[in-house]
């Protein structure tokens, strides 16, 4: 009997199918040794060997294992064909304590009856440069998580970690947040022409160009200057300056990757890159897909053909072009002799899975089916239209309309995309045309979305940041430690502590957080697994300057400085300053006179914006306010712009002129000294109401007030939830 022993209890099963029974086919249930949770596990001294243990819930397994290979006449090691799956592999033949001449190590892309029948003829040795790179990514890790958490600890809060990788994506999505509050929102309009042809049928044209000069998207600035021009244009006479005619062909996409994968099942059925994960493994090991975790865009021969096979046979011969299409990954260091996400038969669709299968399962499936099967159909054809539009009045315009017609839908056949069509009307160069009506619109720009599974992984894959098998856990670990948060509209947003925690690493530690440093370590690692370097040496490289900086920063940074702020409120109980602090799960207000006084706070940030959407409509209103004013220090005009405290006014020169207005005032008398207003006041996070006078008057307010007074004991009104309420705490 051949033992056969595999990762996971589900691709045993499928692969004990194919096999009779000389092999008995057995699962590890994942890794079985690993790096001690409670120590560092690396020796610094000794050239940073790593010592691995046997975890508790892995020990009968172990033992079971050991068991069936001591009986065993031989043991195949059929783990998955990456660095992770190889030092599996590695890990059982220590565990085990199996003697190399009763090892056969062997991989494959995919899980069916040929694909293990092959490999079982071709069996290989353990891939050591696979596996260093695995224990260089492993130790790398260990050692910037296990060396500079403690230090997030000790000067910011408890609980806190950091990740060679994890920091780098959290940065990512904080710089996001940023760029998305300090946008500065402009209005601009849009003008179009609904006209009508000689033959009575509708065309629309959008201005393009005024006096000959084309208009870029924000040339029309505001209300007045579009309704001039409409007004010109409805004295104007409507001609057809040229009608071209191009045909294009839109290529098919190439297979799946991993990250492809993940970035097209979160935009097309919200699936997070953790969920997609997880049933493209079901899918795997159930023998229907190839391995899930690659970076290239091969296809097999073998499977090439039986696509074009398919497709000649059930959609005609039209849709297969004379030569199979080929594919190149864009993606650096990509594993080229590993294959793209495809499914293992090609005659399989999702309606023929199992039926214990879910709708998540076939939807995922019939998704890979579609594109690796259109990526060897033919491409679509389209014809492309434009028309150009004069219009003669005051001034010269021109407008233009485009249209799109499928000719050969092609690929599309299989594969569906959003190809709209837009018919324009049969038109020659010179017709007269006659004027419906002048349409101009108000738009405002919009500022960069928040991430979404999706985006962030283009945006790692971009960067070089992390590889197949470490985005999707990456995106989970960072909202698992609170860094991130899901947005109603499920997109990524930055939590307070994040945003402290980036800007220490940022200012203190900027390698661990550089995107160029990060990608090189990839780079590194990939060098490993090619055998181009040791990795112990790209180890060393790394940690010694990281262990220098590490000792310096104990010794310099202070908590009070990188978390404390000063605000203007004070502590009811007692009259000392109140701070804001951090703690693990964000800032609070906290007063000064600790320990002998231990008020805190809970930080009122008024209505927090989770779902990316509330400050584009804030700030529209806020605009309108201030609409046409002046800078009154250098003349330029004033733009709307937001801050994480909210919307203000700015001088559009900056940073040539930092004016910014004060918008703060409520207009509402203080009702303690009579002589102040009560203005909106903020630290970094929270806001507040108070008097103007202050320090001489500290009248407070945590609710914003509404002007009016309670009908019952004559304090101000505050608004809340269900409109207003009384000021005064002790008024029921």
Not at 2 to 12: D, H, M, Q, R
Not at 99 to 119: G, L, M, Q, S, V
Not at 401 to 407: K, L, S
Not at 539 to 567: G, V
Request: hydrophobic fraction near 35%; charge should be positive; charged fraction near 30%.
């Amino acid at each position: 009997m051949n033992l056969v022993i595999v990762e996971s209890p589900t691709k045993a099963k499928t692969i004990q199918k194919f096999l009779g029974k000389d092999f008995r086919v057995e699962s590890s249930f994942g890794h079985i040794m690993d790096l001690p949770q409670k120590e560092l596990g690396v020796d610094l001294n000794d050239n940073y060997e790593p010592t691995y243990v046997i975890p508790p819930k892995a020990k009968a397994t172990v033992a079971r294992l050991k068991e069936l290979a001591n009986k065993a006449d031989g043991v195949v090691l059929a783990t998955d064909e990456d660095r992770e799956g190889e030092a599996i592999s590695w890990h059982l033949s220590r565990a085990l304590k199996l003697k190399p001449d009763k090892i056969k190590r062997i991989a494959f892309h995919e899980i069916t009856k040929n694909a293990i029948a092959e490999a079982l003829k071709n069996p290989r040795g353990l891939d050591m440069n696979l596996v260093n790179a695995q224990q260089a990514r492993r130790v790398l890790d260990r050692l910037v998580g296990y060396k500079l958490s403690p230090l997030l600890w000790v000067k910011i809060a408890k609980g806190l970690s950091a990740g060679r990788v994890q920091s780098v994506a959290v940065r990512l999505i904080v710089e996001r947040e940023r760029e998305i509050k300090a946008f500065a929102i402009e209005e601009y309009w849009s003008i179009e022409a609904l006209l009508t042809t000689a033959a009575a049928e509708k065309l629309s044209a959008a201005l393009i160009a005024i006096g000959g000069k084309t208009l870029d998207k924000l040339a029309i600035r505001n209300k007045e200057q579009a309704e001039n021009i409409k007004a010109d244009l409805a004295r104007a006479a409507f001609s057809v300056a040229d009608v071209i005619k191009k045909q294009t062909a839109k290529k098919p996409l190439p297979p799946f990757t991993t990250a492809t994968l993940q970035q097209t099942a979160n935009a097309r059925f919200g699936y997070s890159a953790k969920q997609t994960m997880m049933l493209a493994q079901t899918l795997y090991e159930h023998g229907f897909i190839t391995y899930m975790r690659t970076d290239s865009v091969n296809l097999a021969a073998q499977f090439v053909s039986a696509a074009r096979g398919y497709i000649k046979d059930n959609f005609g011969r039209q849709y297969l072009p004379t030569n199979p299409p080929a594919y190149k990954s864009k993606t650096k260091n990509a594993q080229e002799a590993h294959e793209a996400i495809r499914p293992t038969d090609a005659a399989t669709r999702a309606e023929d899975l199992p039926a214990e299968f879910d709708a998540r399962q076939k939807k995922l499936y019939q998704l890979i089916w579609q594109r690796a099967l259109a990526a060897q159909a033919a491409a679509a054809v389209m014809d492309n239209t434009t028309i150009t539009v004069d219009a003669k009045s005051n001034r010269q315009y021109q407008l233009r309309a485009n249209g799109q017609t499928i000719v050969f839908d092609g690929y599309l056949k299989i594969y569906p995309q959003s190809a709209k069509e837009n018919i324009l009307p049969a038109v020659t160069a010179k017709e007269k045309l006659n004027l419906e009506k002048i349409i101009a619109a108000q738009h405002f720009t919009e500022p960069p979305a928040r991430y979404s599974d999706a985006t962030l992984v283009k945006a790692m894959e971009k960067y070089g940041i992390g590889r197949p098998s470490t985005y999707a856990p990456t995106i989970s670990t960072v909202i698992e430690r609170n860094y991130v948060e899901r947005d109603q509209n499920k997109k990524l947003a930055p939590t307070e502590i994040a945003l402290v925690v980036n800007d220490v690493l940022v200012k203190h530690f900027p390698e661990i957080v550089d995107y160029q440093f990060t990608a090189e370590m990839e780079e590194n690692l990939d060098d490993i697994a090619r055998g181009g370097k040791e990795w112990q040496k790209i180890i060393d490289n790394f940690y010694e300057p990281f262990a220098k900086n590490l000792e310096q920063k104990r010794k310099e940074l202070s908590k009070k400085e990188l978390t404390e702020e000063k605000t203007d409120e004070t502590c009811e109980k007692c009259g000392s300053p109140m701070v804001i602090k951090m703690g693990r799960y964000g800032k609070f207000l906290a007063c000064t006179n600790y320990p002998e006084c231990k008020n805190t706070k809970n930080l009122n940030s008024g209505d927090k914006d989770r779902d990316g959407t509330k400050d584009s409509e804030e700030l529209k209103k806020f605009a309108v306010k201030y609409e046409g004013q002046k800078c009154p220090e250098c003349g330029s005009p004033l733009v709307a712009k937001i801050s994480k405290y909210g919307p203000f006014m700015a001088c559009s020169n900056y940073p040539q002129c930092k004016f910014i207005l004060n918008t703060n005032g409520t207009g509402i008398p203080c009702p303690q000294c009579g002589s102040g207003e009560i203005t909106r006041k903020r630290s970094r996070r929270g806001f507040f109401y108070g008097c103007s006078g202050y320090p001489k008057c500290k009248f407070t307010l945590w609710g914003k007030p509404t002007g009016q007074k309670c009908s019952k004991c004559g304090s101000l009104m505050v608004e809340s939830k269900d409109g207003e309420k009384c000021s005064n705490k002790e008024c029921k």
